[in-house]
């Protein structure tokens, strides 16, 4: 029996397998809740430019503390979220067999998969994912309905079509949240950042969090950082994401008709460091099953690879040339090519990496900031040093 197996059946069983016990540092309590804004992002999508000041202000104190906030008014309508939890919950419902025949297989970042059981065999998550891409591609051809009819089946054609539109509403909700971050980070062109994503291939992920009779011995998620740019997260009402900041865990509210949005390493990078990219985890609840959906926006492959001039912050920031991602793409491939722990590389988009890599890095480097560089923060570090089955 392999461990996605246990994961169904265990979760009937009182005691929780062996290979999903965390050991205890991992599982310190949170005992506050986090200070992350939330931000009205009314006023800012009608162009409104009181409103505008406002919450760039917001984002940039939270930005430059822990990455995390939750916007509200984001303009998302919430039946479409609902309607991808219905068809996400069908997903998950499948037998076994089936949610087997679209297993992620080796080195692939799409599909399904049951507490990461074929990539580890301890500190296993408690939980199932379904990933797969979303692009904007120049036939228009739909990309997430082709992917869950070829994977799926014919009759998982609604499903696709239903998180087409999730991710098309994400993916622009996210393009306007990079015009939000550059005019928070004082850059002159607020359109700086869109050109990155525009035609980047982002990650739809979705997170099914069974209840567990030991919940306090596990973790749904691993702490990690993202090394995406940003993420947008819808988190149901269980509750259940947890952000370490000033060297505690803190929750963070779920609110039914807000997102969180968090930095990830790659906007770290464009921010020169300013922003941060910051750890965080899943725990699971004991009575109620948790479910996420978590859209991670990407930057376009060629423009994170070496030798792109464009990337230099140097007239946006107005100081000395700065960056980062040449020497940042180059240093994760270090560690990639090292401890052979990659998932998924797309060309020259670090896409997803072990965080079990930074594991043995002590510094990690970020950017280059007037030409030193930028570290993680120590704490941060001391954590992730421990990082195993991150997502
Ligand atoms: O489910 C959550 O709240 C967090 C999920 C997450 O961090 C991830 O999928 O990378």
């Not at 479409?80 to 939890?85: D, G, M, R, T």
């Not at 074929?118 to 228009?140: D, M």
């Not at 930095?263 to 985890?281: E, P, Q, V």
């Amino acid at each position: 029996m392999d461990s996605c197996q246990l994961l169904c059946e265990f979760q009937i069983e009182p005691h929780v397998p062996k290979n999903f016990i965390w050991p205890k540092e991992y599982l310190e309590d949170a005992h506050e809740e986090l200070q992350a804004p939330i931000v009205d992002l009314d006023g800012y999508l009608k162009g409104n430019n009181e409103a505008t000041k406002n919450a760039s202000k917001l984002i940039n104190e939270a930005c430059l503390n822990h990455g995390f906030f939750q916007v509200i008014n984001h303009g998302i309508d919430m039946n479409l979220i609902a309607k991808a939890y219905d068809e996400m919950d069908t997903i998950f419902k499948l037998p076994l067999d089936r949610k087997m025949s679209v297993y992620k297989t080796h080195g692939s970042m799409w599909g399904y998969s049951g507490a990461h059981a074929h990539r580890f065999s301890s500190k296993l998550p408690w939980k199932e994912t379904f990933s797969f891409p979303y692009y904007v591609n120049n036939a228009l051809k739909p990309v997430v309905t082709n992917y869950f009819k070829s994977t799926l089946g014919d009759d998982f054609e609604q499903a696709g079509v239903t998180f087409e539109k999730y991710c098309k509403a994400m993916k622009e909700l996210g393009m306007m949240l990079t015009e939000l971050l550059a005019i928070s980070l004082g850059v002159k062109d607020p359109l700086h950042f869109r050109e990155l994503f525009e035609e980047g291939c982002s990650i739809m992920r979705c997170n099914n969090y069974p209840c567990c009779k030991q919940p306090s011995l596990v973790l749904g998620t691993g702490p990690h950082c993202d090394p995406t740019s940003i993420t947008l997260l819808h988190q149901d009402q269980v509750g259940g994401l947890q952000v370490f900041v000033d060297n505690k865990w803190h929750t963070v509210r779920p609110l039914p008709n807000a997102l969180v949005v968090n930095i990830g390493d790659t906007f770290m990078a464009l921010s020169n460091g300013r922003y941060k990219s910051c750890l965080h985890r899943a725990v699971v609840n004991k009575h109620k099953e948790r479910r996420s959906l978590a859209f991670f926006l990407c930057p376009k492959d060629d423009k994170v690879s070496p030798g792109v001039e464009s990337m230099a912050l140097n007239d946006i920031f107005g100081v000395e040339t700065i960056v980062i991602n040449v020497l940042n793409v180059m240093w994760m491939k270090e560690m990639m090519k090292i401890f052979n722990t990659v998932e998924a590389c797309r060309g020259g988009c670090v896409s997803r990496f072990d965080s079990r890599s930074l594991a043995h890095v002590p510094h990690a480097p970020t950017a280059r900031v007037n030409g030193r560089w930028a570290r993680r923060e120590k704490s941060v570090l001391d954590k992730s040093s421990h990082v195993a089955v991150a997502d």
